[in-house]
């Protein structure tokens, strides 16, 4: 079953847009959440991240949401930018020692400019 | 460059062959984990050590893997008598000890196995 989804596989925007990429979780153990950027041939670098006792998270133009009672949070993007064309893994993080993330699928950005 | 390298890039093996993949972490980092993702998907846990002790180990790491990680430094992960099935990419990721935010691991570029 999986714990972290992203239903979205894939988004397109124009160059200057808001991307707005979303996330959805099962398990109210997660304490921790975190939105990793991926492109071709590289590993995940990470983005941002929000603990569950938070519901906002700002940094330059990425902000992370996080609504608890839906069990949902969402990356935005603004304004976007080619460069920001890239697969978007959400991540969470259960409270335990090891601090080990489960992934949703990813969602594939393609900003146009 | 500090950030962490896994060897080799790509491998690609017959079935029923054993491989060997290497990561390097960040030198400080304590923590280093594996994690497998094959296309389409997210990376899935698969293990993790901290210093030179494997403290978990996922239910998708069967007995043919094997990970290691002699004197808390680089690590191998050891797959025996490799199946189609087995054909992803591994990643390998690093993080300081302790629990402190953001709880940010590094990865690796990966490995890509393919098993024909």
């Known amino acids: 079953d999986q714990q972290v989804k992203q239903n979205s596989p894939s988004l397109s925007v124009q160059e200057g847009r808001i991307s707005i990429l979303n996330c959805d979780y099962t398990n109210s153990m997660f304490d921790y959440f975190l939105w990793y950027k991926k492109y071709p041939a590289e590993g995940p670098t990470f983005l941002i991240s929000i603990s569950s006792i938070k519901d906002k998270n700002e940094d330059g133009r990425f902000t992370v949401f996080l609504n608890k009672s839906a069990k949902h949070l969402s990356l935005h993007i603004v304004p976007s930018q080619p460069g920001d064309s890239a697969v978007y893994f959400c991540?969470?993080?259960?409270?335990?020692?090891?601090?080990?993330?489960?992934f949703g699928g990813g969602t594939r950005l393609m900003v146009k400019p | 460059d500090t950030g962490v390298s896994q060897n080799p890039r790509h491998k690609i093996t017959k079935r029923g062959q054993n491989v060997t993949f290497r990561c390097d972490p960040i030198s400080e980092h304590n923590r280093l984990y594996w994690y497998r993702q094959t296309l389409g998907q997210g990376p899935e846990f698969l293990t993790y050590?901290?210093?030179?002790?494997?403290?978990?180990k996922s239910r998708l790491l069967s007995d043919r893997f094997s990970a290691e990680r002699p004197k808390g430094s680089f690590s191998t992960l050891e797959i025996q008598r490799t199946e189609q099935g087995d054909s992803a990419m591994y990643l390998c990721a690093s993080s300081p000890q302790g629990d402190l935010q953001p709880y940010e691991q590094y990865f690796g570029p990966g490995t890509r196995l393919t098993v024909t």
């Open positions: 991540a969470a993080k259960f409270n335990n020692a090891g601090n080990m993330l489960t």
């Open positions: 050590f901290q210093n030179e002790a494997q403290l978990e």
